[in-house]
């Protein structure tokens, strides 16, 4: 194992005491509970918005906390989610007298520690805490992590937009009615052409051969619907974007196009990908409004990719390309 680190169990304390000396212009961190919060929070008449989540998965979510993003993100342990002591803590520290939304991934431990978290905060600290369980992936209906679909890249699609209307300070009951909205008009799938490794395990969480690829793989390293030969990326772009379509109609209406790499795919892969599936698309009469290609939600170090699309309407694409200042996406700031 060939990892940049000092000891596998400092991995997450140390990255975070890194992100506070990069970006402590528009971050602060509590080391002991492990939460990066916007610099300015609690901003006062603003529905404070949370997430979080298992590390590994960077920029997701700490890198998304900022104006125009997340008030807040629970950082777990590698793969692993936040207990409710940081997800309550971070609630009652973003609350602004607006209420606060919790943006949440469908895998079980993060749905369970978030539910907690929100009925300790109402209980003790008297604050509205409404919640949103994003389920986009197509590939799988339960994996090893979930029941129902996991959570994947509308996720961050879905904290760009509704993060944009909470600046503009739209209240908690239709921040949420847009969460749910952008939820349901995202589909996303992913694969692998190779596995990853959490430090502390030391070895990958899978094994692939040299010639063979993993389709519709999930975050974690889950299996996903099948093991096939390596093959070129137009058919790969094929085997992605045809059971997001059969699932959801995107004729007629603008999509957003996001086209993520999973930590170990170098971007010039990835916007080949992107020709790949900006054809099919344009063969299946679908209209990309905006597009967003990169390394977003990973896996540490594994190779693939995944693709999203999210069915949006005017705006939804206002609010994408309202101002954003965050460590992993900033643009008209």
Not at 30 to 57: C, M
Not at 69 to 92: H, I, N, R, W, Y
Not at 209 to 232: S, T, W, Y
């Amino acid at each position: 194992m060939k990892k940049l680190i000092n000891d596998a169990a400092d991995v997450v304390s140390e990255a975070l005491l890194g992100i506070e000396a990069a970006h402590s212009d528009r971050v602060r961190v509590d080391h002991d509970l492990k939460i990066i919060y916007r610099a300015d929070a609690p901003v006062q008449g603003k529905v404070g918005l949370i997430s979080g989540g298992g590390s590994g998965h960077e920029p997701m979510h700490g890198g998304f906390v900022g104006p125009g993003m997340l008030d807040a993100a629970c950082c777990g342990e590698m793969f692993t989610s936040p207990v409710p002591d940081q997800m309550m803590a971070a609630t009652k520290a973003v609350d602004g007298g607006a209420g606060v939304l919790h943006i949440v991934k469908n895998y079980t431990g993060d749905v369970m520690n978030f539910e907690m978290a929100a009925e300790m905060a109402a209980d003790e600290a008297g604050v509205r805490v409404e919640s949103i369980v994003t389920d986009d992936d197509v590939a799988v209906q339960d994996s090893l992590y979930t029941a129902g679909r996991r959570g994947v890249g509308v996720t961050v699609l879905l904290e760009k937009i509704v993060g944009a209307a909470a600046e503009e300070q739209r209240d908690l009951d239709a921040i949420l009615a847009l969460a749910k909205q952008v939820n349901g008009n995202g589909r996303s799938m992913g694969m692998a052409l190779t596995s990853c490794t959490v430090p502390a395990a030391g070895k990958p969480t899978f094994e692939l051969g040299e010639d063979e690829m993993e389709v519709g793989i999930g975050i974690h390293g889950e299996p996903g619907r099948k093991r096939l030969p390596i093959a070129p990326a137009r058919d790969i772009a094929q085997m992605l974007v045809e059971p997001i379509l059969a699932d959801l109609d995107f004729k007629g209406s603008p999509t957003i196009v996001f086209m993520n790499g999973m930590g170990g795919t170098p971007l010039i892969e990835l916007y080949l990908m992107y020709n790949e599936v900006s054809k099919i698309l344009a063969k299946s009469g679908v209209t990309i409004a905006r597009s967003l290609v990169g390394s977003y939600i990973t896996s540490l170090e594994m190779a693939g990719c995944s693709v999203t699309l999210l069915k949006a309407d005017d705006d939804m694409v206002k609010l994408w390309d309202a101002p954003v200042n965050t460590p992993g996406l900033r643009w008209g700031c």
